[in-house]
């Protein structure tokens, strides 16, 4: 019998779908309402338990749509916490009180993360939809400072603004944020009307490069989500795996997403169900559904990312392949070619092709 896979590192829990806005990317196509078919309160109190059985447990990040839409969202964030876990929430910023951060602090949510897709205020009002939106989130981060919650800012990587990157990194530093998480665009939910494949492979390539060269002279925590191939960028740089780096593409492999209606995926932006908290516990389906099992085994990986010499570091992003017709084979932003054959003489070559590209 095989030895169970280690327990998820993080579970992402969308609450609800009920969203105040309707930003272009969003992967959950989020709308005003909650949809039909959310958990229930007690399904969800019964959900939390049956994640607190793992050990070591995973943090789990109470997302959306907007969870502060949810009306039972503060004692869902307690009952987490007082069964051990650590609770984290991600709201878009624009809805957050003085009075709902301190409840946050008080229930125990250890941080919370806000959305900025852009430095400037009509640049993110208008991929987010709302105007004001930019002052919301940055009164937030203010907020949240003054209770003394820490935060994360979170920012899309699309086709419009992948050269403001840098600037989002320093904006979050000067807002006191913890971190600095960037996610690169996946073609689902509303992305698909963005024309996410707008940019070329080699001009993402060229945008982490850049970002992994700057990283450790942030001053503050960066982690590129949805890029597994930073991870290989960092290796051929010669360069460290980043200080809390994990490997690339988590989906199956100590990641799970669990949707507002209790299915279980291997991640928000691939919309394959491995399974329903509704019929079967959530470790049962993490560890057995085919579909994980099929995400941990190389060899029923197809194209270039079942060749390449970084697959246990990367492993190519499973959500875009499926965008592509895949889930099993090439990462389309990926522009990596292996050879199996001298990986040695190999890691020179690539590391001069990576000077020049910059």
Not at 21 to 44: D, Y
Request: charged residues 25%; proline residues 7%; hydrophobic residues 35%.
């Amino acid at each position: 019998m095989k030895a169970a896979p280690p327990p998820p590192r993080l579970v992402a829990w969308e609450t609800t779908r009920a969203c105040n806005l309707a930003c272009r990317h969003c992967r959950a196509s989020a709308q005003p309402e909650a949809e039909p078919g959310e958990l229930s309160p007690e399904e969800s109190l019964l959900l939390l338990s049956q994640l607190s059985e793992w050990s070591p447990q995973p943090m789990v990040i109470l997302s959306g749509g907007e969870p502060l839409l949810r009306p039972d969202i503060f004692s869902l964030a307690e009952k987490g916490v007082h069964l051990g876990l650590r609770m984290l929430l991600s709201t878009n910023g624009t809805l957050l009180t003085r009075d709902m951060a301190a409840s946050l602090k008080k229930v125990g949510i250890a941080r919370v993360s806000l959305s900025l897709d852009a430095p400037t205020a009509s640049e993110h009002d208008d991929f987010r939809g709302l105007t004001g939106s930019f002052a919301a989130t940055m009164n937030s981060g203010e907020i949240l400072k003054s209770v003394g919650l820490p935060f994360q800012i979170n920012s899309a990587v699309t086709p419009d603004n992948i050269q403001s990157i840098e600037a989002l990194s320093d904006l979050a530093l000067k807002m006191g944020a913890a971190a600095h998480h960037v996610f690169l665009l996946v073609p689902v939910g509303r992305a698909l009307e963005m024309g996410a494949d707008f940019l070329p492979a080699e001009t993402y390539e060229k945008a982490l490069i850049k970002l992994r060269r700057r990283e450790d002279s942030l001053g503050l925590e960066f982690k590129a989500t949805c890029a597994p191939q930073y991870n290989r960028i960092s290796r051929q740089l010669a360069l460290p795996l980043p200080p809390r780096s994990s490997r690339g593409c988590l989906g199956g492999q100590g990641f799970m997403f669990i949707s507002h209606d209790g299915r279980v995926c291997a991640c928000g932006y691939l919309p394959l169900s491995a399974g329903d908290v509704r019929e079967n516990h959530p470790i049962e389906i993490y560890e057995n559904s085919s579909l994980f099992q099929s995400l941990r085994n190389k060899e029923l990986y197809r194209g270039r990312c079942r060749d390449c010499e970084y697959w246990s570091i990367c492993g190519g992003c499973r959500a875009r392949a499926h965008a592509a017709g895949d889930y099993l084979g090439d990462e389309p932003l990926c522009p990596h070619q292996p050879q199996k054959s001298r990986p040695k003489a190999r890691e020179q070559e690539d590391f001069d092709k990576m000077k020049k590209m910059v």
